[in-house]
């Protein structure tokens, strides 16, 4: 879907480098083999040891007791107020032709897995966004400098806000995406936060690694209503 062309301040780690649609937030976000139909691959799910940089050891925050999951209702505001983060061009993604999570087509778009859990459903719910535009930052461009214990809330389409705390920070080589520890069933709610990070190789156009934000529930609220199921999402306008 196009290419970078180098960016010309790529030295400052807030820099804005110029990415394809793809490659702002990595084609291989989730890939489970080829010959394999498609799921969000369970515990037992076989996959390669990951090479991984680490920006925080996975600690889950202790929480008194497990939070009650909701149901299904689709993502409708993003807010990470420790880097200055709110949005609420929300979109569902699904995978392409080659079983790979499709990319948000714009910009400041974030795009939410919708074949995994909702934000707050059991399992881990999974957003995605670009780091960067032809013409600045894109909507991901901090999100690597989340921090353990950040705080990252979603509401939702039945009007639930449910909130988030970041357990780890990691950066993943492309070739080595965690496919299970993303993707995998977990006990509780949980989140994960893509876009891409590291390097940027002028030679292919695309960055070299992903950044990839863990994020636990700590809190799962009642809605006023009763829950409704719902997969719909604004228009970004």
Same mark, same amino acid.
């Given at each position: 879907?196009?290419? @970078?062309?180098? %960016? ?13 649609? /793809? ?14 139909? =498609?799921?969000?691959?369970?515990? +037992? ?43 609420? @061009? ?6 392409? @032709? ?14 939410? /897995?919708? *074949?995994?859990? !909702? ?8 957003? !995605? ?53 993303? /993707? ?14 590291? *390097?940027?190789?002028? +030679?292919?156009? @695309? ?6 934000? =863990? ?11 009763? %829950? ?7 228009? %970004?306008?």
């Amino acid at each position: 879907m196009g290419r @970078h062309t180098s %960016p010309d301040r790529r030295s400052d780690s807030s820099a804005v480098a110029v990415t394809a649609v /793809y490659a702002g937030i990595g084609v291989a976000l989730l890939t489970v083999g080829l010959g394999q139909a =498609f799921a969000p691959p369970p515990p +037992s799910f076989e996959v390669s040891a990951p090479g991984s940089v680490r920006t925080a050891e996975p600690s889950v925050p202790a929480v008194a007791g497990e939070p009650a999951a909701l149901g299904r209702s689709a993502p409708m505001t993003l807010t990470a107020p420790s880097i200055g983060l709110r949005t609420s @061009h929300m979109v569902e993604l699904g995978l392409s @032709h080659d079983r790979r999570l499709e990319a948000p087509k714009e910009w400041e778009d974030v795009g939410w /897995y919708s *074949g995994g859990a !909702a934000p707050g459903q059991k399992g881990p719910a999974v957003l !995605a966004g670009h780091l960067d535009s032809p013409t600045g930052p894109a909507v991901f461009h901090q999100l690597g400098k989340l921090r353990d214990q950040d705080t990252v809330s979603i509401e939702r389409a039945d009007g639930a806000v449910v909130d988030f705390t970041v357990y780890a920070v990691e950066r993943h080589a492309k070739h080595d995406f965690p496919t299970e520890e993303v /993707y995998g069933d977990t006990e509780r709610p949980e989140l994960r936060l893509i876009t891409c990070g590291g *390097g940027f190789d002028a +030679s292919t156009g @695309h960055y070299t690694d992903n950044i990839v934000v =863990f994020a636990a529930l700590v809190e799962a609220p009642g809605t006023s209503e009763a %829950p409704e199921v719902t997969t719909a999402v604004p228009d %970004p306008g």
